[in-house]
Nanobody, 124 residues
Framework: QVQLVESGGGLVQAGGSLRLSCAASGRTFSRYVMGWFRQAPGKEREFVAAISWSGGNTYYADSVKGRFTISRDNAKNTAALQMNSLKPEDTAVYYC?????????????????WGQGTQVTVSS
């Protein structure tokens, strides 16, 4: 069982930056692929980024590539999403997710555990 708690959301102007953090419980954090998803009002939840066990492989949605960076610290059981050059269309609730597999996935149903979400609002 893994429990995930996100933090770091907030209100920022377009062009600004935010860093989201995800704190995970459990002793086998390093054996989970970690992912970030987001859901804007009236839209389906969508994949944002994922990172492999070791952090050596990262995956991004085209819409955030070059602006967002996913990372993890297995010693601290944390994952993070650094978001730069934010745009109003990045406004959404951001969710951290854990996948009990060595291969990353961009699909929601590929993840076993979810956090409660943190709101990110980007003003124009």
């Amino acid at each position: 069982q893994v429990q995930l708690v996100e933090s770091g959301g907030g209100l920022v102007q377009a062009g600004g930056s935010l860093r989201l953090s995800c704190a995970a419980s459990g002793r086998t954090f390093s054996r989970y692929v970690m992912g970030w998803f987001r859901q804007a009002p009236g839209k389906e939840r969508e994949f944002v980024a994922a990172i492999s066990w070791s952090g050596g492989n990262t995956y991004y949605a085209d819409s955030v590539k070059g602006r967002f960076t996913i990372s993890r610290d297995n010693a601290k059981n944390t994952a993070a999403l650094q978001m730069n050059s934010l745009k109003p269309e990045d406004t959404a609730v951001y969710y951290c997710a854990a996948r009990r597999d060595f291969q990353a996935s961009t699909l929601m149903n590929g993840y076993n555990y979810w956090g409660q979400g943190t709101q990110v609002t980007v003003s124009s």
